[in-house]
């Protein structure tokens, strides 16, 4: 605006000013978006924010400790978006790791030791279990005819497919006298195909875990609990394990789900009565079935010397009876940096 002689003149601006203004002012609204947009990455890089880590778990039915940890946001609060895909046994769960269909499984020694003898995978943690009291908790149903091992002579036993049972029948029999060849081996699926099958004289003895289906099985006509496990040698380790790409892209998410884990199981030990309703919930399981369970088979997430030994002497049978055809170096296969990252005070083996 120009003054002259008391009169006001008003210039428009050139169109050449009007488009550098108007540039100039998308410059600025584009260095604004790109100031908020810098400010939600840094929001993420510190944590607030981040996107969670995809972790696929292989679960089953009666096991309540991935269901607990995902239900009171321990994974969630250590930034795992976690998923449980229920298989019919953990070795199952074990084998989807073949297929990439899970990233982390747990299961007895027996599955856990297939995987680390067929490809790269490693321990990351074992979760305990191998005491008298979890042992006991194995028991052994057969027909009312059959009042000792010595009577399972020529008779049809269950295993379930993939896990350690064969193992436990070999080591039982041989307290009673007998090989392992003294009777016929029936590979199945689940334990509801054990029970069918018993239940229909298809079988003559089974191997049974858990209240659930030891309530099942003492219910049948025609068949009682022979003896359990705490009787023979074997006791059962528990080990969990994962992919070495997967362990090896995300190091610290392993720790975190490992971290989950212990509190998860801490929590469950307190909170009995919620655990069973969440299990009756999530997969209706009777709530009396997860009251007595509990307490026998606590999860202690850690790597202990007995976590060590058991597998060594799994492993040990295994290749002697041409289980495992190439023998392999156990410590090779432990990943415990992890574990050690965020629980070190409950590893304890040092190899």
Known sequence: MIRTNGVHIVRKPSTLTGALLMLLSMLLILSGCSA??????????????????????????????????????FFASHGIDAESITFGSPAEGVNALFIKQVDIAYGADFPVLNALAKGDYSVIASAGQATNEAAAAWKLYAKNDIQSGADLKGKKVSFIRGTFIPYLWDEYLKDQGLELGAVTQVGQGAFDEAYIALKQGDLDATWVIGSALTDKFDALEGVHQLTDMSQTPVRLGMGLVASNEFIQANPETVSGFLAALNEASVYAQAHPEEVADLMYKETKQPKEATLKDLPINPWEVGFTQAAYDSLAGQKQYMVDNGIIEHDFDLDSKLNLEPLKQTLPDKVTYSN
């Open 36 to 73: 908020n947009e810098s400010v939600s990455e840094a929001k993420g890089a510190s944590g607030t924010e981040a996107k969670k880590v995809k972790i696929r778990i292989a679960d089953t039915s009666t096991n309540p400790t991935f269901r607990v940890a995902i239900a009171k946001g």
